[in-house]
């Protein structure tokens, strides 16, 4: 007989209660941190958003190797965040490392392409299969250029993407659709909303980006059939919202829909390059027009960088010459720099290899058959949802298949208490929604690890 929902919640409740007790008495040092830090950073963290992992302070780090860290109260833990996707390579790979410490006696930046240059943008595309690379810093400023770029070559304005999307900090992708179950006060179900939570914006961002529901082909076509849609940006599954796989030809069909339209597709791969080598689109036989990627190209430096076509390469120089000279309102002073061309050239060609790819792969196919057993032997309506090296956990019985299905089936309160309950035992998932990544360096006790400690959490939880 399946537990109770509100068993499990009362006992979510109880379990977070102790583990935030048990978090101050194992980390007297982080606490300590905390409130020193607090004296000259906001919420005494360097960014505001490391305050709010759910722990009573945050968890302050001493040293990071492979897939473990150690906390500066001496605490040895096996990573399963890693950086949210950033140290997807583990941390500091030591061909990596090489290659940051050799660059670093020979120059940071210049404003000028450093001599890696051309074996730079060959590693790009052979990696990904796309031949034309510009670089940015971040995921967000890739994706804020490319809109820029994709509005200049076709002369539209307007931006699809999904609801539940997370692209980074751009404005134009901070949206929400409405939704039947809010208070909504025009009435309007489906309409393109600024996301509540965004800080300081004054536009209304309906105006120029559509969000539509993922897995949904006549929305889409509806929307691109309008005439107006520079731009669709997606990732092959949202990532963001808990995980939604797109349903079997979902991707295939939206490449075809914005060909017929005039629509420019940009798969945005700062998540799902956890597939296997190259990405989704690589792996699955898509071109987009646009392919995006960050985060852990670099081993983790700041650095993204976004792929085109010769074709579209053309269009873009066009768009550039045709306009008078200045500010294009794409780039940033550190993009590209020596130290960032050296540190993409060391992953992509000696780290993210193919035997890298294969023992991650395996590894999270193992990790996720004894979550799987796990659950199925609690008897609990929950599932895992993997996409390569990236797993999550989803309080549902089948994967949702769009936003609204995945925000259904959050719980804030037992999501808390698992995080907590493993971290407290030297495990650390991802925050703000149950996603667990597999390096290179992880190991099989590492996994062992993580699915013993999960199935005790769930043994408390069922109680
Ligand atoms: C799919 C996707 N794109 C872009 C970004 C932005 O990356 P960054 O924060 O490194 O700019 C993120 C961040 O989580 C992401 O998940």
């Given at each position: ?180 179950n ?25 105006q ?7 897995n ?5 076509e509806r ?38 339209y ?29 392919l995006?990627?960050g ?11 976004y ?157």
């Amino acid at each position: 007989m399946q537990l109770q929902h509100e068993t499990l919640f009362n006992n979510a409740q109880q379990m977070l209660e102790n583990e935030r007790a048990d978090y101050v008495r194992l980390h007297p040092q982080s606490m300590q941190l905390s409130v020193s830090a607090n004296e000259h950073f906001l919420y005494g963290v360097p960014m505001h958003w490391m305050n709010d992992w759910g722990t009573p302070a945050p968890l302050f780090v001493k040293y990071a190797q492979g897939s473990h860290f150690t906390c500066v109260d001496d605490i040895y833990y096996v990573d399963f965040c890693l950086g949210d996707t950033g140290a997807m390579f583990g941390h500091c790979p030591p061909a990596l490392a090489q290659a940051i410490a050799a660059q670093a006696s020979a120059g940071f930046t210049t404003m000028l392409p450093s001599s890696l240059t051309p074996n730079v943008g060959e590693a790009l595309a052979d990696h990904f299969g796309l031949p034309y690379w510009q670089l940015a810093t971040t995921a967000t400023d890739a994706n804020r250029f490319v809109l820029r770029w994709a509005r200049a070559v076709t002369g539209r304005k307007k931006l699809l993407v999904f609801d539940g999307c997370y692209h980074g900090t751009f404005d134009d992708a901070m949206v929400d659709m409405t939704m039947r179950n809010e208070t909504i006060v025009d009435a309007v179900v489906g309409k393109t909303i600024n996301r509540s939570s965004l800080l300081g914006q004054v536009y209304d961002l309906g105006q120029y980006t559509v969000a539509v529901p993922f897995n949904d082909i006549a929305t889409v076509e509806r929307e691109l059939a309008k005439g107006d849609i520079a731009c669709l940006l997606t990732e092959p599954a949202l990532t963001n919202c808990g995980m939604v796989p797109a349903k079997a030809g979902f991707i295939e069909s939206l490449r075809n829909l914005t060909q017929q339209y005039g629509t420019l597709l940009v798969l945005d791969e700062t998540h799902t390059i956890s597939t296997g080598r190259g990405g989704w689109a690589k792996n699955h036989g898509v071109v987009p027009d646009f392919l995006v990627v960050g985060k852990p190209i670099a081993g983790g430096l700041p650095a993204a960088a976004y792929g085109f076509s010769a074709a579209m390469a053309e269009q873009m120089k066009a768009a550039k010459d045709q306009a008078p000279p200045g500010h294009s309102g794409i780039g940033t002073t550190l993009s590209g720099n020596m130290m960032t061309l050296a540190a993409i050239h060391a992953t992509l060609t000696e780290v993210a290899t193919d035997a890298a790819y294969a023992h991650m792969l395996g590894l999270a196919e193992s990790l996720e058959d004894q979550l799987i057993a796990s659950i199925k032997s609690h008897d609990l309506p929950w599932n895992i949802t993997r996409l390569g090296a990236r797993l999550e956990l989803q309080f549902c019985e089948a994967t949702p298949s769009n936003a609204e299905e995945a925000r259904n089936a959050q719980n804030d309160v037992i999501e808390s208490a698992i995080h907590l309950y493993l971290l407290n035992r030297g495990v650390l998932l991802t925050p703000f929604h149950n996603m667990m990544l597999v390096c290179p360096a992880t190991s099989v006790d590492d996994v062992k690890r993580l699915a013993y400690i999960f199935d005790e959490c769930l043994n408390e939880l069922s109680n």
